[in-house]
Structures are given as structure tokens and as C-alpha cells.
């Protein structure tokens, strides 16, 4: 029942006017970079603008429709109708009779009625089509949950990718300020006499090496904005062409999640909305195996009336006859050229392949889970594994740069610290970001939608 509720209110949301996303375009740019933003501002941004959201909305309202033509059998038909017709005074038909029984045929005459008519049985189609009905508005509703928790996972992804990249600049910037500022000081000690030239080869050496790196780490920063921009359907201006000016507020962080493997894989059966959409595919197949099996049976309508006619043997056309009309007809095909029996053969083929959609997609589900578990595991131990590699890295380079200055260490010494510091910045902050994607991947293969859309 929740999750019923749940559906029902993204239905709501979906059947929703669109001024909102138009509002949003107009000023979206300008406003995404003139403040910092959070997590849940872009998840924001993506509910109102994301195409693929948007489709998904306009996919639910279809849904809705189609689900009001399933009804239509069960509802009662009103129609109206009339005719006129006119014929040349020579195409109508006189017979000689004497004059006292002279009939004149009129070359005019005209029609028209009202009628209700309402199927009371159709072999079963008219308990079937409300059945379908909520079969189908239920897996329009569980489709368009999967959209929206596959493109906010994406967003999501896209926001950390962003944070990556420019913690890793960052890192770089670091280690290129660094290794300039040892370049400048071996360059001073050659100078003075102290040091061979070979030290202020190998400190340029190592500086040429490292400036790519930060070239690279600039780039990822610049293409994870614009992809992130590109999800949240921001037209950026033709004026912004080297670097967007978008700023982040949120930080990689390793926030704890406790779950083990058969636990997963039970509630991603129980969650996953795709399943749970499969499972509907497959009770519409069913029900149009039974609508299929209706043509072996009989249908019938009942239906009431009002009709006005002109009267048939009368010129004036003013003069009419009128009145109620009732009654009831059956139908029932007992020989169609086996029409029945092929459109029989065809749903009860779709129901067995619909079982089969449900078993595969079980069984992929249950493989994304234990791929996404052991990914998980694997983040969470490169992360714990660096927890105090970063700190002994400093400390580390600032014992070699000691001993370089006491004379008791090489320059090699201080250039490799320097090295195994930024590696160690590097892994450390790779590690914060593969924990969190990984962890996001799996609880949205676990089917936790819910937290995807509220953090």
C-alpha cells in the first residue's frame, strides 16, 4: 500500500502542467551559476528539466489514456444519428389505382434517433478490461520509477565525478607547486656548488612529468561540468566556451552502509521496479489470453432509444412519426475461419514469453546485485586501506626534506616522498569517490529509490 501510494503520487506529478520546466529554462543557467550547488539542488534541477524524466512524464499520461480506452467496453455507448435523403419526382415509383384510393409517395423523407446501448456480457472482456486497466496504469507507474531512479543515479554519479576531478586538480596543482618549489632549490644549491647538475635534471624531469597530469586533471574537471550540466538540460550560453563557471557546495564523503548479500539480493527481488513492471507485462498477458478466449463465447447488448421519422407515405415533410424503442441482441460467431483460434495461439505464446522476461530479469537482477555487492566491498576496503596513508606520506616527505637539508639525505629521497605523497593524495581521494558510486549503484540495484530521490 505505500508503495502503491508512492506511485501514485509520481502519477500526480507527472499529470502536472509543465510551467515549471519552462520557467526553469528561462532563468536555469543563470541561476545554476550564480549560487553553489548541493546534491539535492541538481536533484532538483534534474526533477523539473532531465529529457529523459520529462519523457517518462509525458509516457505516464499516455499510459492514462490508454488506460480510459480499456474501461470503454464496460461503460454504456450514447449515440445519435439522422439522415435525409431526396429523390427525383421520376425515380419515385406510382401505381394505378383508382382516385379514391390515390397514394401520393413522397421523393423526400428523413430520420433521426438517440440510443444507449450497453454490453452485459462480452465472454469476460468487461471484468478484464478494468483488470488491465490498473495493470496498466500500475506498470506505467513502475516504468517511469525506474526512469527516475536511473537518471538521478546518473546525476548523482555526475555531481561526484565533478568533485573527483576537481579534488584531483587540486592534488596536482599541489604536487606541481611542490615539485617547482624543490626545482627552484635544487637550482640554488647548483649554483652555490652543493649539488650536482644531475639533481636539477632529474627535479625537471619530475616536474615535466607531473604538469600532463594536472593538463588531464583539468580536462576531466571541465567535461564532468558540462556532462553534468548536459543531465540537468542547461543550454549553456555560446559565450561560455573554455571553462563553466559552476561551483559544487557538497564533498565526497564515505557515508557507512551495512547490508550482506543475502539480505540484498531478497530485497532487490522484493523492490526493483523493473521486476515489478515485468510481473505487470506478464498479468496483462494473461488477461489478453482471456480476452482472446471471449471469441468462443457469445456477446450481448441491451439498448433504449428514441426515434423521429417523417411519415412514408406524406409529402410534408413537417409531418413525423416518433417514439420510444428498446431491445436486446446476441451475438455469437460459432464458425469464424478459426480467426479465434490463431488470436488464442498468439496470447497464450506472449503469456509464456512474458514468464520467461520475468525469470531472465530475476536472474539478471540477482547478478547486478552480487556484482555491485562485491564492488562495493571492494571500494570500502581501498578505502579503509588509505586511511592513514596520506598522513604518513607527509610525514614521511618531511623527514626526507630534513635529511636532504642535513646533508644525511639524497634528492631522490626528497623526489620520491614528493611522489608517493601525491600518489597517496590521489588514491585517497579515487577511494572517496569509488565508495560512494559504488555504493549508489548498489542500493539503486537494491531498488532503494526512495533514498536515491530524497539524498
Known amino acids: 500500500m505505500k508503495q502503491m501510494s508512492y506511485l501514485a503520487a509520481l502519477l500526480l506529478a507527472a499529470l ?3 510551467s515549471t520546466r519552462a520557467q526553469t529554462n528561462q532563468t536555469g543557467a543563470t541561476n545554476i551559476f550564480s549560487q553553489s550547488l548541493a546534491r539535492a539542488d541538481v536533484v532538483e534541477i534534474a526533477l523539473h528539466q532531465n529529457s529523459a524524466i520529462l519523457k517518462g512524464k509525458a509516457e505516464l499520461r499516455a499510459s492514462y489514456g490508454i488506460e480510459v480506452q480499456l474501461r470503454a467496453i464496460a461503460l454504456p455507448q450514447f449515440s445519435a444519428g439522422g439522415g435525409y ?4 419526382p421520376s425515380l419515385v415509383e406510382s401505381f394505378p389505382l383508382p382516385p379514391q384510393y390515390n397514394i401520393q409517395f413522397p421523393n423526400q423523407n428523413w430520420n433521426a434517433d438517440i ?3 450497453q454490453s452485459v456480457y462480452a465472454g469476460g472482456r468487461i471484468t478484464s478490461a478494468f483488470r488491465s486497466a490498473k495493470l496498466t496504469r500500475e506498470q506505467a507507474l513502475l516504468n517511469y520509477q525506474t526512469t527516475l531512479a536511473d537518471t538521478l543515479l546518473a546525476v548523482r554519479v555526475a555531481y561526484d565525478d565533478v568533485l573527483v576531478a576537481e ?4 592534488v596536482h596543482e599541489a604536487s606541481v607547486q611542490l615539485l617547482t618549489h624543490e626545482l627552484e632549490d635544487v637550482q640554488k644549491r647548483f649554483a652555490a656548488g652543493t649539488v650536482p647538475q644531475f639533481d636539477v635534471l632529474r627535479a625537471q624531469v619530475e616536474l615535466a612529468n607531473e ?9 576531466d574537471y571541465r567535461v564532468g561540468k558540462d556532462n553534468l550540466l548536459n543531465l ?3 543550454h549553456l550560453p555560446k559565450t561560455i566556451w573554455e571553462d563553466v563557471p559552476l561551483r559544487l557546495s557538497d564533498t565526497l564523503e564515505a557515508r557507512p552502509y551495512e547490508i550482506d548479500l543475502p539480505t540484498a539480493l531478497a530485497r532487490a527481488l522484493e523492490k526493483r521496479p523493473e521486476l515489478a513492471a515485468l510481473r505487470k507485462a506478464q498479468s496483462l498477458r494473461h488477461e489478453e489470453l482471456l480476452n482472446a478466449k471471449s471469441g468462443y463465447k457469445p456477446n450481448a447488448q441491451i439498448y433504449g432509444g428514441y426515434q423521429w421519422q417523417s411519415l412514408p407515405y406524406e409529402r410534408n415533410l413537417s409531418a413525423d412519426l416518433s417514439g420510444w424503442t428498446a431491445g436486446a441482441q446476441l451475438n455469437w460467431n460459432i ?3 478459426q480467426l479465434t483460434r490463431g488470436k488464442v495461439m498468439e496470447a497464450k505464446a506472449r503469456y509464456e514469453q512474458a514468464q520467461l522476461d520475468v525469470d531472465e530479469s530475476g536472474r539478471k537482477i540477482e547478478l547486478e546485485v552480487r556484482t555491485d555487492y562485491s564492488n562495493f566491498i571492494e571500494a570500502r576496503e581501498v578505502l579503509d586501506s588509505q586511511k592513514m596513508v596520506q598522513e604518513q606520506a607527509q610525514e614521511a616527505l618531511r623527514l626526507a626534506e630534513a635529511r636532504h637539508t642535513a646533508g644525511t639525505g639524497t634528492q631522490l629521497d626528497v623526489l620520491s616522498a614528493q611522489t608517493a605523497l601525491t600518489q597517496a593524495r590521489t588514491t585517497q581521494v579515487q577511494a572517496l569517490h569509488d565508495y560512494a558510486l559504488a555504493r549508489a549503484r548498489l542500493q539503486r540495484a537494491l531498488g532503494e529509490d526512495m533514498e536515491i530521490i530524497q539524498k
Open 211 to 219: 604538469r600532463p597530469r594536472l593538463i588531464q586533471a583539468k580536462n
Open 115 to 117: 440510443k444507449v446501448q
Open 335 to 337: 464458425f469464424d475461419g
Open 16 to 18: 502536472a502542467p509543465f
Open 85 to 88: 435523403n431526396y429523390l427525383e
Open 167 to 170: 579534488q584531483q586538480m587540486a
Open 232 to 234: 540537468l538540460a542547461v
